[in-house]
């Protein structure tokens, strides 16, 4: 009779640690499928998708900065139909021709929160670099025609004549940093949609820069 209980309990803790093991096993594939619909959630765009403009449209070319679409045209070149964008760039008083499957060259202006962030950069202290100028003025030329804003807030603020990192800037300095600002401001009259001197305004109060300076940069 003794061997038979020992016998009976050995089995019925062997039934007990194999249902613990299915619950377990059924678990952990519960957490993996979980996880995999985690992973699907998170999949995004791909970069390669583009993005169609039309006339009357922004849009900013990294080495020129902001443009209008003037037109949607297409032309035969060696039996092949090429659409391509007309725009007009208004501050160079310059027409490109750009061929749609090339338009990677273009991004749609900026939205005003990212307007916002840019005059949140303005407001920051500018970052001291101990490298040779003619290495800094590259990677600021750089940043200038990446054709992204925030990189072009940044030098801006760097080479603002009134922060205290640069005393006095030098032609090479001042060449560069008109040329940022110009295209920042282009941007920012796009997107606000307010006259030149209003934008001139909120830039130079974020850069701390008074009416005496404005006047010796014209």
């Known amino acids: 009779m003794g061997r038979k209980r020992k016998k009976n309990k050995v089995i019925k803790i062997k039934k007990k640690k194999s249902i613990k093991l299915e619950k377990k096993q059924a678990l952990n594939q519960k957490n993996v499928s979980a996880d995999e ?25 990294p080495k020129h900065g902001v443009g209008k679409i003037l037109a949607v045209e297409k032309a035969v070149i060696g ?4 659409n ?22 273009l991004r ?37 025609n990446s054709g992204k804003i925030y990189e072009l807030a940044e030098v801006v ?14 032609y090479s300095e001042r060449q560069l940093f008109e040329k940022a600002y110009d295209r920042l401001q282009s941007e920012f009259e796009a997107v606000l949609k307010v006259p030149t001197e209003d934008v001139r305004k909120k830039m130079d109060k974020a850069l701390g820069r008074n009416e005496n300076q404005n006047l010796e940069a014209e």
Not at 88 to 98: A, C, G, N, Q, R
Request: proline share 4%.
């Open 84 to 105: 391509f964008y007309k725009v007009f760039i208004d501050k160079d008083k310059l027409t490109l021709t750009i061929p749609i499957n090339q338009q990677s060259n």
């Open 37 to 61: 619909k985690v992973i699907i959630k998170k999949i995004k765009k791909q970069p390669s998708e583009k993005k169609a403009y039309n006339v009357n449209d922004y849009v900013v070319y």
């Open 157 to 170: 603020k760097d080479l603002n004549k009134n922060s205290n990192a640069i005393a006095d800037q030098s």
């Open 79 to 82: 039996d092949i139909d090429i």
């Open 108 to 144: 749609p202006i900026s939205s005003s929160n990212q307007i916002n962030k840019c005059v949140s950069i303005l407001k920051s202290k500018p970052k001291i670099k101990r490298t040779m100028w003619s290495r800094r003025s590259q990677e600021y030329e750089q940043k200038i």
